[in-house]
C-alpha cells in the first residue's frame, strides 16, 4: 500500500543512511503522500523502534504495515541493501511525517572496544 510513497523518497532516505554516521538525520515528508496512500482507511502513521541490524529486522517489537512496507523495501532495494549492511540502524517517524534515522553502529562498536579495555585493566590490576 506504501510502497510507492517509499519508493518516492528512497533517494534522499540513502543519503540521509549515509549520513547518519555523523548523527541523527530527519526527513519531513509530505502528509498528502501518505493519506493518499492509505485510500481514506484510518492508519496509525508513526512507528517507533524499527530496528535493522545487518539488514535484518529486529521482530522484538511489533510493527505497523506502514513500518514493515518501509523495511522490507530498504532491504530489497539495490540503492539502500549495501547501505544497511552491516550497519544497526533505527528508524522512527513521528506524527508530523518526519523520518529519524539513527546510526548506531559506531556506539556499538565504541561499547565492544569500552568493554574489552575494563577487562583488561581489570586482568592487570588482580
Not at 548523527?23 to 484510518?42: C, P, S, V, W, Y
Not at 512507528?47 to 539488514?55: I, K, P
Amino acid at each position: 500500500m506504501f510502497t510507492q510513497t517509499w519508493k518516492k523518497y528512497l533517494p534522499v532516505i540513502a543519503i540521509l543512511i549515509k549520513r547518519s554516521g555523523s548523527g541523527d538525520q530527519t526527513l519531513t515528508m509530505n502528509h498528502i503522500d501518505f493519506e493518499r496512500a492509505a485510500g481514506g482507511r484510518k492508519i496509525k502513521y508513526s512507528f517507533n523502534n524499527l530496528h535493522l541490524n545487518d539488514s535484518r529486522l529486529d521482530n522484538t517489537f511489533k510493527h505497523t504495515p506502514l513500518a514493515r512496507e518501509f523495511a522490507q523495501l530498504l532491504q530489497e532495494n539495490e540503492l539502500t541493501r549495501p547501505l544497511i549492511k552491516k550497519q544497526h540502524l533505527e528508524f522512527s517517524m513521528n506524527n508530523d511525517f518526519q523520518l529519524i534515522i539513527r546510526n548506531h553502529t559506531a556506539t556499538t562498536d565504541d561499547a565492544e572496544t569500552g568493554d574489552a579495555k575494563s577487562s583488561k585493566s581489570a586482568e592487570a590490576n588482580a
